[in-house]
């Protein structure tokens, strides 16, 4: 009798692997970012990668989720360190970039050149790349604005990726979803940054026929 309830352990736990393989064996999708990404001033796990590698968990998807997000980045800087995070097993990079670049007034052809190479990059890798589109306060006068906003829909355009509207759109500005510093979501604002990826997401990590494209 305990050598038929070891046995059919074993068999259980072999099941169970099979179905379910380590963190470490599973494709990755890697989120390059700044602070936002980051979850700078929220634990680890409520930042946003977190939230949606739980959710890839409850829809038994088995993705890891790495958090590559770098306080105070810029797309400049992400281009010299990007390629590091890219030599394992990944099959999906969300392209979260832009925030320090529209606050320090980075100039909109660097802006645009720097994320070119990153998507290129990916892209060439045979990596599906997904782009989250950024904004710039007009701080730098309107046509900075304008050009920056622009610059999202025409990389999504010319190299074919999805493009995920600005996720802060309905987070900044709002008390219950930002750090007293304004500047950085809480974790509830990260929970609303998670919920907007998600459908521009699951279309990319769902098996066909789960898949459904974000309304």
Known sequence: MIFQC?????VSAIAVS????????????????????????????????????ARLNDDALDFTVVNAGVSGDTSGGAVRRFERVLDSDVRILIVALGANDGLRGVEVDRLKENLSTIIETA?????????????????????????????YAELASRFKVTLVPFFLLNVIGNPDL??????????????????????????????????RPPA
């Open 18 to 53: 099979s179905v379910s393989p380590p963190a470490s064996a599973r494709p990755k999708i890697v989120a390059l970012g700044d602070s936002l990404t980051a979850g700078r001033g929220v634990p680890a796990d409520k930042a946003w990668p977190s939230l949606v590698q």
């Open 6 to 10: 070891v046995i059919a352990a074993l």
């Open 123 to 151: 892209q060439s890798r045979g990596i599906t790349v997904l782009l989250c589109g950024m904004e710039a306060l007009p701080i730098h006068g309107w046509d900075y604005t304008v050009a920056f906003h622009k610059a």
């Open 178 to 211: 930002m750090q007293p510093d304004r500047a950085h979501p809480n974790a509830a604002g990260h929970r609303a940054i998670a919920e907007k990826i998600w459908p521009y997401l699951e279309p990319l990590v769902a098996p066909p026929a789960k898949a």
